[in-house]
């Protein structure tokens, strides 16, 4: 539910009850031009994303309204007296997520984990061919099923359980405001994010051929090598929301994703991180490729890695790390990518080490040709850490 109200010091105020950000353009909340929606992941981590103008605002700009609200310099709202109206959008929304769905009836599982997503969700496949088996549809802020991150393996035994005991398809999950997927095939494996996203280059390379594609620094180089036997250009860019919205912008790339599960389509789409809308173009690939999720999921190139590691370090603390260890891998004349933090090739695979932009984390990934190999790029990581005086600990979620 969306409820508009008038300008108020030079702003369109928007009060949202409840919603997810995909509407196109995002309701209108502070200074001219500009607009935002809550993002609540889970009750003690939440805040608010903000567009200007078309384009992410964050870092610096938020900086600067920081001073402007300080300073008290707002606009004379004496002018544009306020008033309200309310609009339920989702049957909109609904329809617009079907457009270019295909008829075919897939049998799928799907587990909102208790967040924002599930409303919709619940709606949503009502209108679609097929089977559909739902999990933890009603919004609690409390998420007492599980927690609602799709890149835990553990939050979707549940999923895994449903997929097996009705014989469905795949399974997607949500994370709680709805702007990152998880998925698992027939067979319970989880479809991690970048692996998600070479079906997704697939299908929309047989449209764009050539495109350029977007993914973040902890990406396998399996997507890399993937998008590039397919005739596409991969770009690795620097993990967030905002930094790679930004990236698709400047570069005109037709889709982008991350490790984490957010996954942005300008194809067809708005250019933003809709996980709903992302579950329905798995959908739709499976029918123009012609194949299961679970036989995609098979013929990807078997790496052998890490999942993605997340150690709490002081805040204060995480970039100065960053920058300990790319003086001292570049003064051993090490191959480094500092795209991202540093991300570091080597005869046995890869290593990545890098600050994490909301959190006081530090992620860590490896990914190796062997599983020696990926022991010996988890002890360049340990070795690097205890020479900025840490040791990695117990993995934190997002």
Same mark, same amino acid.
């Given at each position: 539910?969306?409820?508009?109200?008038?300008?108020? &010091?030079?702003?369109? !105020?928007? $009060?949202?009850?409840?919603? *997810?950000?995909?509407?196109?353009?995002?309701?209108?909340?502070?200074?001219?031009?500009?607009? &935002?929606?809550?993002?609540?992941?889970?009750?003690?981590?939440?805040?608010?994303?903000?567009?200007?103008?078309?384009?992410?605002?964050?870092?610096?700009?938020?900086?600067?309204?920081?001073? *402007?609200?300080?300073?008290?310099?707002?606009?004379?709202?004496?002018?544009?007296?306020?008033?309200?109206?309310?609009?339920?959008?989702?049957?909109?929304?609904?329809?617009?997520?079907? @457009?270019?769905?295909?008829?075919?009836?897939?049998?799928?599982?799907?587990?909102?984990?208790?967040?924002?997503?599930?409303?919709?969700?619940?709606?949503? !496949?009502?209108?679609?061919? %097929?089977?559909?088996?739902?999990?933890?549809?009603?919004?609690?802020?409390?998420?007492?099923?599980?927690?609602?991150?799709?890149?835990?393996?553990? #939050?979707?035994?549940?999923?895994?359980?449903? !997929?097996?005991?009705?014989?469905?398809?795949?399974?997607?999950?949500?994370?709680?405001? &709805?702007?990152?997927?998880?998925? *698992?095939?027939?067979?319970?494996?989880? *479809?991690?994010?970048?692996?998600?996203?070479?079906?997704?280059?697939?299908?929309?390379?047989?449209?764009?051929?050539?495109?350029?594609?977007?993914?973040?620094?902890?990406?396998?180089?399996?997507?890399?090598?993937?998008?590039?036997?397919?005739?596409?250009?991969?770009?690795?860019?620097?993990?967030?929301?905002?930094?790679?919205?930004?990236?698709?912008?400047?570069?005109?790339?037709?889709?982008? %994703?991350?490790?984490?599960?957010?996954?942005?389509?300008?194809?067809?789409?708005?250019?933003?991180?809709?996980?709903?809308?992302?579950?329905?173009?798995?959908?739709? /690939?499976?029918?123009?490729?012609?194949?299961?999720?679970?036989?995609?999921?098979?013929?990807?190139?078997?790496?052998?890695?890490?999942? @993605?590691?997340?150690?709490?370090?002081?805040?204060?603390?995480?970039?100065?790390?960053?920058?300990?260890?790319? @003086?001292?891998?570049? /003064?051993?004349?090490? $191959?480094?990518?500092?795209?991202?933090?540093?991300?570091?090739?080597?005869?046995?695979?890869?290593?990545?080490?890098?600050?994490?932009? #909301?959190?006081? !984390?530090?992620?860590?990934?490896?990914?190796?040709?062997?599983?020696?190999?990926?022991?010996?790029?988890?002890?360049?990581?340990?070795?690097?850490?205890?020479?900025?005086?840490?040791?990695? %600990?117990?993995?934190?979620?997002?």
């Amino acid at each position: 539910m969306i409820k508009h109200g008038g300008f108020v &010091g030079g702003a369109f !105020v928007t $009060e949202l009850s409840l919603w *997810i950000g995909w509407v196109d353009g995002f309701p209108e909340v502070v200074g001219e031009g500009s607009k &935002g929606y809550f993002s609540v992941v889970v009750f003690n981590y939440n805040g608010f994303k903000m567009v200007m103008q078309g384009r992410p605002f964050f870092g610096a700009d938020i900086l600067k309204l920081g001073e *402007i609200a300080a300073a008290g310099d707002w606009a004379d709202s004496t002018a544009n007296p306020a008033g309200s109206s309310t609009y339920d959008i989702m049957d909109e929304y609904i329809d617009r997520l079907l @457009e270019g769905l295909p008829t075919c009836a897939f049998k799928i599982g799907w587990d909102a984990g208790n967040g924002a997503a599930g409303p919709v969700i619940e709606r949503l !496949v009502k209108k679609m061919p %097929g089977q559909h088996h739902l999990l933890y549809v009603d919004v609690d802020g409390q998420f007492p099923n599980h927690h609602p991150d799709p890149t835990d393996e553990a #939050t979707l035994a549940d999923l895994k359980a449903l !997929v097996a005991e009705k014989n469905l398809d795949f399974g997607v999950a949500f994370d709680g405001d &709805g702007d990152r997927i998880g998925a *698992i095939d027939a067979k319970g494996n989880v *479809i991690w994010g970048d692996q998600l996203l070479q079906i997704y280059a697939e299908d929309v390379l047989k449209k764009l051929p050539g495109a350029l594609i977007i993914a973040d620094v902890k990406a396998s180089q399996a997507l890399y090598d993937r998008v590039s036997e397919l005739g596409g250009e991969p770009l690795m860019w620097k993990t967030g929301h905002s930094l790679i919205k930004s990236k698709m912008k400047e570069t005109g790339s037709p889709l982008a %994703g991350e490790m984490s599960g957010h996954v942005f389509f300008k194809h067809d789409y708005y250019g933003f991180d809709d996980a709903i809308y992302a579950a329905l173009r798995l959908i739709r /690939a499976s029918a123009n490729l012609g194949k299961s999720v679970t036989q995609m999921r098979a013929e990807m190139a078997e790496m052998i890695n890490t999942p @993605e590691m997340r150690f709490q370090v002081d805040e204060a603390r995480k970039f100065a790390v960053i920058d300990e260890v790319l @003086e001292r891998l570049k /003064a051993e004349g090490a $191959e480094v990518n500092d795209t991202d933090g540093a991300r570091v090739n080597t005869e046995d695979g890869w290593w990545l080490l890098r600050a994490s932009n #909301t959190q006081d !984390v530090l992620v860590a990934r490896a990914e190796a040709s062997s599983e020696a190999g990926l022991e010996r790029l988890m002890a360049q990581i340990d070795a690097q850490l205890a020479a900025s005086g840490l040791q990695r %600990g117990e993995t934190v979620g997002h």
